[in-house]
């Protein structure tokens, strides 16, 4: 059963726009570059702009009193800040690093809405890409429940395997302790399992490269974990 679901691109809702609607968007728009490690958005802090990220990886995570737990990993074409369009208390339910250069376009959030309520293609598949990103969490918040840890090691590979950068040979921009947070373990208990892994001869790992080299074993892992 697959725990980490794929990111569809966004950039198709654009072009339900008019132009009129383009240049409501587009006066307001800012166009900015984030350096690997610049935080995006900040949890808890004012909602007054939607992003679109155009080009990068960034991580979304939220943080409680004692854990930091990293929700996903997003590529480029993605939007960023939609769950917070008409949140009651009207700030960020999350928060956005940049883990390579990042370009995207900031949008006035007022902006955003009065498109929204104009357009109701626009509006659908914004609704869409909601629904499929609270599809993404259900199954990462099952990961992280049901799943014993190397069953939860196992689909954080997979999951960047398959859904990040779609080969089996990859070089992550993340931490070890990142990982942790990705996988909902401690770093320790990450970095053990990994090894194990490795000494199974089901990966190989040379600092942050990855080499998945048997995949049929790492997905029996990640099914039965």
Not at 11 to 18: I, K, P, Y
Not at 66 to 83: A, E, M, P, Y
Not at 137 to 158: H, P, Q, W
């Amino acid at each position: 059963m697959p725990y980490c679901i794929k990111d569809i691109s966004h950039t198709g809702a654009f072009r339900l726009l008019s132009e009129e609607e383009e240049n409501i968007l587009n006066r307001n728009k800012t166009h900015l570059k984030y350096s690997k490690g610049e935080v995006i958005l900040k949890q808890g802090t004012l909602a007054n702009s939607i992003l679109y990220v155009q080009k990068g990886l960034s991580k979304l995570f939220v943080e409680g009193t004692q854990k930091k737990v990293i929700v996903t990993i997003k590529r480029d074409d993605n939007f960023l800040g939609l769950s917070s369009i008409y949140h009651v208390d009207k700030t960020y339910q999350y928060s956005a690093t940049a883990l390579e250069e990042c370009e995207i376009d900031v949008y006035d959030k007022e902006s955003f809405k009065t498109v929204l309520s104009q357009n109701i293609g626009f509006s659908n598949e914004i609704i869409r890409y909601l629904n499929h990103s609270t599809a993404k969490i259900y199954s990462r918040f099952l990961c992280v429940t049901e799943k014993n840890a190397r069953g939860k090691v196992a689909d954080m590979i997979l999951c960047f395997a398959n859904n990040i950068f779609g080969c089996n040979k990859f070089t992550i921009p993340l931490s070890r302790q990142e990982l942790a947070e990705f996988a909902g373990l401690s770093m320790e208990n990450t970095i053990r399992i990994l090894k194990e892994f490795e000494s199974d001869n089901i990966i190989k790992l040379k600092g942050k490269n990855f080499n998945i080299r048997n995949l049929e074993v790492l997905e029996r892992i990640s099914d039965y974990g």
